[in-house]
């Protein structure tokens, strides 16, 4: 039981000091975790470019 809480405990401790880094990093560099600059929103302008351009090639039958 004691093993199993020390364990826990670390796994905890790692992602916590993960969570504050990364948020850390995201705040000093200007982003926000929602809104129009967010990770969210280049990823996805990235991958809707991609999509945007096939289903145009799509409906133009090549």
């Given at each position: ?28 560099t200007?982003?926000?975790p929602?809104?129009?600059?967010s ?5 996805a ?10 289903w ?7």
């Amino acid at each position: 039981m004691l093993h199993t809480l020390k364990k826990s405990r670390i796994y905890l401790s790692i992602f916590l000091l993960a969570f504050v880094l990364l948020n850390t990093i995201l705040f000093i560099t200007g982003f926000a975790p929602f809104g129009n600059k967010s990770l969210a929103i280049m990823d996805a302008s990235i991958q809707y470019l991609d999509f945007f351009a096939y289903w145009k090639d799509v409906l133009l039958g090549r």
